[in-house]
């Protein structure tokens, strides 16, 4: 497995891919040009790669779906620009690369100023990006008083019920990650989830579901109880 420049990597990916793969992406709305590489395929390559910024960059620009994934996987977070990233979210055309486009920018720097302004987009792959982002600050940024959360709790509440469709699934994703934070938020978010009721989400060909935030915040504490306890032991 060669990783010395984007054109090799580019040749490998493309020898990788397999007619099941692409159907299968296809399915999840991933359109244009696709080699049809696992998951565990490119997993190897940034493996391999590690951060590499500058094959990254060349990875993206070369526009096809699978070199842009591992671009994301392998970018430093680090050396986020702000106007590339504003060039990356105005390109994206599914959820798929909005997945992962939010993933990254979720680590950099930018995190928190990229969430609050995309997630205020009209354009669907925007917004959904940045509700994707609030989500991984919710779960990953202890920094946070619970009153910024409490704001989005607020505007979740007020909007999921309009917004496009694959918004409305960060939005839920974005409200099941705030109240998995404490049991001060787990309360507010519990009973903005109560206020909501179901959230439905066209996921089109795929057997992806929407999960119930009421359950799923639960469980993502008992996950983290059940974490900390284990750690504790080690400890």
């Not at 977070?77 to 979720?106: C, F, H, I, R, T």
């Not at 925007?126 to 779960?139: D, L, Q």
């Not at 507010?188 to 799923?216: F, S």
Request: glycine content about 6%; proline content about 3%; hydrophobic content about 40%.
């Amino acid at each position: 497995m060669d990783v010395s420049n984007a054109k090799v990597i580019l040749s490998e990916l493309d020898n990788l891919g397999t007619e099941q793969t692409r159907k299968t992406l296809g399915r999840h709305g991933v359109t244009g040009d696709v080699y049809g590489v696992s998951y565990a395929d490119l997993g190897k390559f940034q493996k391999k790669l590690k951060t590499n910024h500058m094959i990254a960059l060349d990875l993206w620009n070369s526009n096809v779906h699978d070199a842009k994934i591992l671009a994301l996987m392998a970018a430093d977070p680090a050396k986020a620009d702000s106007s590339e990233l504003e060039e990356w979210v105005q390109s994206l055309n599914n959820y798929v690369m909005s997945d992962a486009l939010g993933g990254y920018v979720a680590k950099t720097p930018l995190a928190k100023e990229k969430a609050e302004a995309w997630l205020q987009s009209d354009k669907e792959w925007i917004s959904h990006t940045g509700w994707n982002i609030m989500g991984e600050i919710a779960s990953h940024d202890e920094t946070l008083p619970d009153s910024y959360f409490e704001h989005w709790l607020k505007v979740i509440e007020r909007d999921i019920k309009d917004a496009p469709n694959r918004t409305r699934h960060a939005m839920n994703n974005a409200l099941i990650a705030i109240g998995a934070r404490n049991p001060a938020l787990q309360a507010q978010a519990v009973a903005a989830a109560e206020r909501i009721g179901k959230v439905k989400v066209d996921h089109g060909l795929t057997n992806c579901k929407t999960p119930d935030a009421i359950p799923y915040i639960q469980k993502m504490v008992d996950r983290k109880m059940e974490k900390a306890a284990k750690a504790k032991v080690k400890a």
